[in-house]
C-alpha cells in the first residue's frame, strides 16, 4: 500500500469523532423518542387509553351531579394516590350521562359543582360553567373536557388514560359520543 492511501491521523480522529456524536446522539434520542410516544402507548405497550369502571348507576341518581373517582389505567407503584382520578358525573335522565374532567379548561384547576347555583365553578381564576359544562364567564374560552362513556353491564364506564382535551381526540380520532 502505498503511503499517500494510508489513513492519517487527522482522518482516523475526524472519523472516531463521528463515530463517538454518532453513539451519543442515538443514546440522547432514546428518552426524546420514548417521551413523543408515551402518548400513545402506556406501560408495557398496552394502550394509554382504557375502558375503566366508574360504579354502578344507582351510585349516581338522575338529574344530579356527582364526584366520581378512578384509578388512572396506567400507573407506575410510586403514582400512590396521585393516580386516583376525579371527575364529575352528571345523569341527565336514564341513560343519558355527562362524565366531566375535573380540570378547568383554562389552566386545570380543578373545578367544584355548586348544586344550589347549579354552576361549575373554578378557584383558580374564576372560570364558570353551566351544568352541562358549557362555558358560563371567566378566562375558560370553552367548555370542561368530558370522557367518552358508555354503560356496561348497569355500570358507567369511561375511557379514561389522557385527559379528554381536543389534542386527545384528536390523536385518538375520538369525539364526545353525548350529544346532550
Ligand atoms: S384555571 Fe380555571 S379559570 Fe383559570
Not at 151 to 164: F, R, S, T
Request: glycine share 10%; hydrophobic share 40%; net charge positive.
Amino acid at each position: 500500500m502505498s503511503e499517500t492511501l494510508k489513513p492519517t491521523r487527522r482522518t482516523m480522529l475526524t472519523r472516531l469523532g463521528i463515530l463517538l456524536n454518532a453513539g451519543i446522539g442515538a443514546v440522547l434520542a432514546v428518552p426524546v423518542v420514548s417521551y413523543l410516544l408515551a402518548p400513545l402507548r402506556g406501560k408495557n405497550g398496552a394502550p394509554y387509553n382504557q375502558w375503566v369502571k366508574l360504579g354502578p348507576l344507582e351510585q349516581f341518581p338522575e338529574g344530579e351531579t356527582r364526584l366520581a373517582t378512578f384509578r388512572n389505567p396506567v400507573v407506575r407503584p410510586w403514582d400512590g394516590q396521585t393516580a386516583d382520578i376525579p371527575c364529575w358525573v352528571r345523569r341527565i335522565d336514564a341513560e343519558k350521562f355527562q362524565v366531566f374532567a375535573i380540570n378547568c379548561a383554562h389552566l386545570g384547576c380543578p373545578v367544584r359543582w355548586f348544586a344550589a347555583s347549579g354552576l361549575f365553578m373554578c378557584p383558580c381564576h374564576g372560570g364558570v360553567y353551566y351544568a352541562d359544562g358549557s362555558r358560563a364567564s371567566g378566562p375558560p374560552e370553552r367548555g370542561l373536557f368530558e370522557y367518552e362513556h358508555k354503560v356496561e353491564d348497569g355500570e358507567l364506564v369511561i375511557l379514561a388514560g389522557q385527559l379528554p382535551t381536543l389534542a386527545a381526540q384528536d390523536r385518538t380520532g375520538r369525539r364526545k359520543t353525548c350529544d346532550c
